[in-house]
């Protein structure tokens, strides 16, 4: 594009930064930024939530206690684990062990397999027990017309939840080719560290998820 | 930071009067060359065009309004033909012109500039921001296409969500794009102004447009996730009947309206911030003297900025929420006058005993600060609860936001694109023809909208098509004064085609104003600055550099 007044000839880094700190910098601001965005947006779902359950909290509980505790607990470990995987390939990024960094990706890209394939079989029971909103919504309990709500919030905030997953590991497979290839230095492992904090924002949703949709109501 | 070795070449290639051969416009030839640039000034002629046409189009929505109010019956258009012209009237003049119009334009152009950068943090992301506004502007205009939709561009539910057969989730999904848009524009300029600031140019020595973009772009990054959730809400509501606003399941109606406001009042900051900043430059530049006070117009900005999210409630007086709620709505509605009072008595305190000139810019400057004070007064008065339960859903709300928005805003962005439109393109527009659109463009203006205070107050609703004959005086004088600010947006619109091609050629600093954007030439080199400029002083350090002939003799 700039066919003039060039700064530098430094590989990776852009015509319009000074150095390779700046660049950092700027990348690692923007997508701390863009999670703040992030977080509003699950917000609104998580204020609605807040407004219903105090409305109906009766219903809420009985709605809470049908849904599996042992998938969601296995889930938030896998999640947990994937963290940890993705924290540690970003070390590798950084130390410029791209073999490394690219192996413990491909494993945190399991792991994020894993817990949509185990959120799948969730749904699945969930349809079977005609706990899905629509037509052929069917629960019994204390105030059951208004466990539809918590249904409905609960394929939302878990649906949303789960399409950053998906977006997440697409994410991940991509840096993972790129760092298999050695595209990471200590200088600019940027797009790497970026994807890395967002797996982090995305698993930390799930951590205020899980007590809330899983947990409430049991002692 | 350190001076770039290549600038010196570069500036060697200049022409005899030291204007460079070649600058952004010229470097590179091509519809290719625009639509893949990642130069911040050319992203800022595109959304320049881009807006135009979406405002033309709102224009043209707000024409047949007022057709239809000039005779008391409804003999023009059926009323849901009338629903969905005020409704895409405030979508595109809303969501496609007033929130990305002075950032994204002036914004874009300018920050990089003011600030001694290259180009934008990321300008990979800047185009994406264009690509994905035309994006949903396209779904707009296609939803347009097909018939509209009709529930006011606040999308009430369960109107919205219930009743209508409209068009609602393609216009949803046109805004919900159109967000993302918003969002990274914002995010962007933060990440710029942060990161990228030139050698000694500290927070407190940058330009207050600068300022009126970072609050703009708080607001942005805050405020817009949380429409796009509640359009995503309305749109799951519609297809799959979720019940999270639909009472018959027990949802909330209201829930909706606090989500939609939550950043739909935070957004009439994003219209008027970046028009203060405009406005607080031209009001140094043209009294010849520093800006009265800085730190507390810049303070002011970031001050409204946080206040503006504190006060949705007071759209929702008469909507059931609690009469307490109410109450502190009414207060911290009103506090938000403090930091907006700050800046216009600072502007008059500028003025006093300055060296004014009246320059198109200022005449722009000057009509914004009598209209926005006049909009910004009312809307203390909407803030009292009795005031507001008896004017609500009248024309007195419809006078009020348009004084902000269009006397408020539109001023600034013209005033804004008049100063700078010689460092954009490098052309000087004709200076008679310019003052005259200022002039008629406020007289129009008047015209149009103070009549809607009076017809307000009398209790003519808004949102209908026909209306007692008693009032039809005062609409007439409205869509006559209606006619006359059509013709003075006009103006800009020929002049400005006219002077690219013949308008004199503008000079470096045709105002004789500080700003680092005027140090360099018109227009600008692709990289900005020859050499990488370095600040030792804070900024409107008049009096300066004298104006340059082309302003004084006239064109």
């Known amino acids: 594009m700039a066919s003039e007044g060039h700064g530098h000839d430094l590989p990776g880094l852009a015509h319009h930064f000074d150095s390779y700190a700046q660049q950092r910098d700027s990348a690692t601001l923007g997508m701390w930024t863009f999670l703040v965005t992030e977080i509003l947006f699950f917000g609104g779902l998580f204020a609605a939530y807040g407004v219903y359950r105090s409305l109906y909290p009766e219903v809420f509980r009985a709605s809470s206690h049908t849904l599996s505790i042992q998938l969601g607990t296995f889930n938030t470990v896998v999640l947990i684990a994937s963290s940890l995987t993705m924290a540690l390939a970003v070390r590798g990024g950084q130390t410029g062990k ?66 950053h997953m998906i977006i997440g590991i697409v994410l991940v497979g991509y840096v993972a080719i790129r760092a298999a290839s050695g595209a990471y230095t200590p200088e600019n492992y940027n797009f790497l560290e970026g994807t890395g904090l967002y797996w982090h924002f995305v698993d930390l949703i799930w951590i205020f998820l899980f007590p809330l949709l899983y947990l409430i109501g049991r002692h | 930071m350190t001076t770039t070795p290549s600038a010196a070449r570069t500036a060697g290639a200049a022409m005899p009067d030291g204007s460079p051969r070649t600058h952004y416009l010229n470097a590179t030839y091509g519809l290719k060359s625009w639509l893949l640039t990642r130069d911040h000034k050319r992203i800022a002629l595109l959304y320049l065009v881009s807006i135009s046409v979406f405002f033309a189009l709102g224009g043209l929505m707000a024409v047949l309004i007022r057709m239809e109010l000039a005779t008391p019956e409804g003999d023009l258009f059926q009323p849901d033909i009338y629903n969905r012209l005020f409704t895409m009237h405030g979508v595109l003049m809303i969501f496609f012109f007033l929130i ?89 300029f933060v990440v710029t102004i942060h990161r990228m600031r030139a050698p000694g140019l500290t927070w407190f020595r940058l330009p207050l447009f600068v300022w009126g973009a970072y609050a703009t772009s708080l607001i942005q990054i805050l405020g817009t996730p949380v429409i796009a959730i509640a359009i995503l809400l309305v749109a799951a509501e519609r297809t799959l009947h979720i019940g999270i606003f639909d009472p018959k399941l027990g949802g909330d109606p209201i829930l909706f309206q606090h989500l939609f406001w939550f950043y739909s009042h935070p957004a009439v900051y994003i219209m008027i911030l970046p028009s203060m900043g405009v406005v607080s430059e031209l009001v140094a530049t043209f009294s010849r003297k520093p800006i009265f006070g800085y730190k507390f117009v810049a303070f002011a900005s970031i001050g409204i900025a946080v206040l503006g999210f504190f006060v949705w409630g007071h759209h929702m007086f008469v909507s059931g929420q609690s009469i307490y709620a109410g109450v502190i709505f009414s207060v911290l509605s009103m506090l938000v006058a403090v930091p907006s009072a700050i800046k216009v008595f600072n502007w008059t305190a500028t003025l006093y005993k300055g060296s004014i000139s009246w320059d198109t810019p200022m005449l722009y400057a000057l009509g914004f600060i ?127 085609i006219w002077s690219i091609r013949y308008g004199p050629k503008a000079p470096s600093n045709p105002w004789g104003a500080t700003g680092l954007e005027w140090q360099t030439t018109s227009p600008p080199p692709v990289e900005n600055f020859l050499t990488q400029p370095i600040v030792t002083a804070p900024p409107y350090t008049y009096p300066a550099p004298k104006r340059a002939p082309e302003v004084t003799r006239g064109v």
């Open chain 1, 98 to 163: 791209g073999k490394l960094a690219a192996a413990l990706l491909v494993l945190t890209l399991i792991l994020g397999s894993v817990f949509l394939v185990v959120k799948g079989f969730e749904y699945h029971e969930k349809f079977v027990e005609h706990h899905v909103p629509g037509a052929s919504f069917h629960f019994e309990g204390p105030d059951a017309p208004h466990a539809q709500l918590f249904f409905s919030l609960y394929f939302l905030m878990t649906g949303l939840h789960a399409l």
């Open chain 2, 100 to 188: 990305p119009g002075i950032p994204a334009v002036l914004g874009n152009f300018l920050i990089p500039l003011m600030i001694g950068a290259r180009d934008l943090a990321f300008p990979r992301i800047n185009l994406l921001s264009w690509y994905l506004y035309s994006i949903g502007g396209l779904f707009t205009l296609w939803a347009l296409l097909h018939g509209g939709v009709d529930t006011g561009w606040t999308f009430y539910t369960p109107l919205s969500t219930n009743y209508v057969n409209t068009s609602v989730i393609t216009v949803g999904v046109g805004i919900f794009i159109a967000g993302f848009s918003s969002i990274l524009t914002g995010l962007n």
């Open chain 2, 370 to 496: 009598g209209l926005f004070t006049i909009g910004g007064l009312t809307g203390v008065m909407l803030a009292t609860l009795g005031i507001d339960a008896h004017v609500h859903d009248t024309y007195f709300i419809i006078a009020h936001f348009h004084y902000i928005m269009v006397g408020g805003a539109i001023m600034g962005y013209l005033g804004g694109l008049h100063f700078w439109w010689p460092k954009i393109t490098g052309r000087m527009y004709p200076l008679f023809w310019s003052k005259l659109s200022a002039i008629v463009i406020f007289i129009g203006f008047n015209v149009t909208f103070f009549p809607q205070f009076i017809l307000g107050y009398l209790g003519m609703p808004r949102r209908y098509h026909s209306y007692p004959p008693e009032f039809q005086v005062l609409n007439v004088m409205s869509s006559a004064g209606a006619t006359v600010l059509g013709l003075g947006y006009l103006m800009p619109l020929v002049y400005f």
